[in-house]
């Protein structure tokens, strides 16, 4: 049985960092990629970072740069995804989650709140 528990969120000034964590069992990451969503309010959830099988990673341009995306497969009994997420702005303002890419399990996480603001 799949499930993501992810954490990490608050409150952060703009030019901050917070990093997020996502707690996975029932998943086998060598063998899925893996990634971070976010739906900010009144828009629909997006993709934000991946991370493959072997490790390659891909970015939405709009976080290039300054969100890093990792994972801990030695871990258990669950295995963890973490975001670095550097040089935050408003816009980054969004509950953020985990799940598999593109085939997303049905069991999403609760998610955590990031809210970005002065």
């Known amino acids: 049985q799949v499930q993501l528990v992810e954490s990490g969120g608050g409150l952060v000034q703009p030019g901050g960092s917070l990093r997020l964590s996502c707690a996975a069992s029932g998943i086998m990451f060598s063998f899925n990629t893996m990634a971070w969503y976010r739906q900010a309010p009144g828009k629909e959830r997006e993709l934000v970072a991946s991370i493959s099988g072997d490790g390659n990673t891909n970015y939405v341009d709009s976080v290039k740069g300054r969100f890093t995306i990792s994972r801990d497969i030695a871990k258990k009994p669950k295995k963890m995804l973490y975001l670095q997420m550097n040089s935050l702005k408003y816009e980054d303002t969004a509950v953020y989650f985990c799940?598999?890419?593109?085939?997303?399990?049905?069991?999403w996480g609760q998610g955590t709140l990031v809210t970005v603001s002065s």
């Open positions: 799940n598999r890419h593109p085939r997303a399990f049905d069991a």
